[in-house]
């Protein structure tokens, strides 16, 4: 069975000073939680934020975000998500999987006015000034729940990633594109 994404068929929104909506939805990410998670996130190689709400570069294309001080999402953009079922019991003592990739639909958006189309859905300041690379919000956006990363892109540029339940993506998208609007004239 290959992954759908809840996403299908809109495509990638662009406009000018490089503002970008896509769907990373099908690039893999996983998640691990519990008491030892984070030392055996260490033991696997990862680099690893200094505390929650925070998002790393660890490996070659991936990242490390951490909601919590027992809570870890993998996220790889440049690679494919697995189509398999990820494992229901601990990986090791103390550690157990996240559903992320099956929970979670992810969108990212790039480009100079980010910041402001997202304050015209969510009351958290996601100005450089206030959110700088590296911070992690668990808020709301469109009243919906959200958990928004700032981050740079493989290719060095600053982006959003937004993790929204897939059975609200779709509404999400349609909101972040509405916001969109004023710049996409």
């Known amino acids: 069975m290959n992954p759908r994404s809840p996403l299908e068929g809109c495509g990638v929104i662009e406009g000018p000073g490089g503002l970008l909506l896509r769907d990373l939805s099908l690039a ?11 030392e055996w996130l260490l033991s696997q190689g990862h680099a690893l934020p200094d505390a929650p709400n925070q998002i790393v570069a660890s490996g070659e294309s991936g ?19 697995s189509s398999g079922r990820p494992a229901s019991e601990a990986i090791a003592a103390g550690v157990w999987p996240l559903y992320c990739q099956h929970s979670h639909a992810w969108l ?27 911070s992690v919000a668990q ?12 981050h740079q892109s493989d290719d060095g540029q600053s982006v959003f990633s937004i993790f929204v339940d897939q059975s609200l993506a779709r509404y999400v998208w349609e909101a972040t594109e509405d916001a969109m609007g004023e710049w996409l004239e």
């Not at 893999?28 to 984070?38: F, L, T």
């Not at 990242?63 to 998500?81: C, G």
């Not at 990212?108 to 304050?119: D, K, N």
């Open 108 to 134: 990212q958006l790039a480009g100079e006015p980010r910041a402001e189309v997202m304050a015209k859905l969510c009351g958290v300041d996601l100005s450089d000034a206030d959110f700088p690379l590296g």
């Open 28 to 38: 893999r990410r996983e998640g691990v939680r519990g008491a030892g998670a984070r």
């Open 139 to 150: 808020t709301q956006a469109a009243r919906v729940s959200v958990i928004v990363a700032a």
């Open 63 to 81: 990242f490390v975000m951490s909601l919590s001080h027992r809570e870890f999402w993998l996220l790889q953009p440049a690679s494919e998500a």
